[in-house]
């Protein structure tokens, strides 16, 4: 199990602030457009909400676990969670997932630095909240991307939820397998405090006032670093130079060079442009439905490297450690990636 120390770690904290304040300070002084506006609104304000979130969804886990509302948070996933022997505390982390991602890794987190969860628990339980991310952002993207792109962008989504369906069975028919069953060893019993027995507010409140700090700090130590060496690498033109070698180096036969290079370089620079220059080469004639379909999984998979330096390594290292948080997430996007290319073959040869 994670063994934690019982302080809160303010002086590697400190560390970690005076190293961010340096390489802040070397990208200002290097590059003349890293002004303050843009820090303010680019940095500060996405790294103070990504904090907020990892500290809410810390409390959150803490106020769950003391206060015996496992039971009720997990009730909804709970069959498919019993089958794949990974228990109500992770069920309670899914259901979490659909509202925020962040919050339901630092749950999971907390679960697994008290001794509640086991690793592979940590780990697959992480791979299956893939699937609540998917709903997480449907609701913004759908919206986008139909108008852009049509019935493409419809079997785009088909594609991809059904890759997050075969990858989600896969992982719970593991832990079916693999998992001993947490209800069949007392030692390993997975629920809180029965529901109904709740801690009183003062337990709750010192729980909070001691846990809170410590895991806090110790997430920030390497969230903020982080952080800030991926935004002065984004200032400095690094993944301008990435998205362009992509596009220059993926090739098809089946798609033409010049339309899936702008896909992959759209993708790679955001989202949505993705859709909107696929949907642009489809209206024009210049891609079929199929092709089109073909080029947006193929810019998802391929921008990968770029959205996951951008996005997911402050998130996930900085959460759950440098080790651990690279582990899950290149597990977490090796998977996805597979599952995408199987059901993207498919729909290839037989769509």
């Known amino acids: 199990m994670a063994h934690t120390s019982t302080k809160p770690r303010y002086t590697a904290l400190a560390v970690s602030l005076a190293i961010s304040a340096a390489v802040l300070a070397l990208g200002v002084a290097l590059h003349a457009g890293l002004e303050i506006p843009l820090v303010v609104s680019k940095l500060l304000w996405p790294l103070g909400r990504l904090l907020l979130f990892i500290a809410v969804g810390l409390a959150v886990g803490q106020i769950i676990e003391a206060s015996g509302w496992t039971g009720y948070l997990a009730f909804f996933a709970r069959p498919f969670f019993r089958f794949g022997h990974l228990g109500s505390r992770c069920s309670a982390a899914f259901t979490t997932a659909f509202f925020s991602g962040t919050a339901a890794n630092a749950m999971l987190l907390g679960y697994y630095q008290e001794g509640h969860i086991t690793r592979r628990q940590l780990f697959l339980t992480n791979l299956v909240n893939q699937l609540p991310a998917f709903f997480l952002h449907l609701p913004t993207t759908f919206f986008i991307v139909i108008p852009l792109t049509g019935w493409a962008g419809g079997l785009y989504f088909i594609i991809t939820f059904a890759a997050a369906l075969l990858r989600t069975t896969c992982f719970l028919l593991y832990g079916h397998?693999?998992?001993?069953?947490?209800?069949?060893?007392?030692?390993?019993?997975?629920?809180?405090?029965?529901?109904?027995?709740?801690?009183?507010?003062?337990?709750?409140?010192?729980?909070?006032?001691?846990k809170l700090p410590r895991r806090l700090s110790g997430i920030a130590v390497f969230v903020i670093p982080i952080y800030v060496f991926v935004f002065t690498l984004n200032a400095a033109g690094v993944f301008n130079w990435l998205r362009h070698w992509l596009a220059t180096y993926v090739t098809t036969r089946f798609i033409p060079m010049e339309s899936l290079s702008l896909v992959v370089l759209s993708f790679a620079a955001e989202f949505t442009s993705g859709f909107a220059a696929a949907g642009a080469l489809l209206d024009s004639g210049i891609l079929t439905v199929k092709q089109t379909v073909l080029a947006l999984l193929i810019g998802n998979i391929v921008a990968f490297p770029i959205r996951a330096l951008r996005h997911q390594v402050p998130r996930y290292i900085g959460i759950f450690s440098p080790k651990l948080g690279s582990q899950l997430m290149l597990l977490g996007q090796g998977s996805r990636i597979l599952s995408l290319i199987l059901v993207g073959m498919l729909y290839y040869f037989f769509g």
């Not at 629920?191 to 709750?204: F, H, I, N, V, Y």
């Open 177 to 210: 397998f693999k998992l001993p069953d947490p209800q069949a060893s007392p030692d390993m019993s997975d629920t809180g405090p029965a529901p109904g027995c709740k801690s009183s507010k003062t337990t709750l409140l010192g729980a909070l006032r001691t």
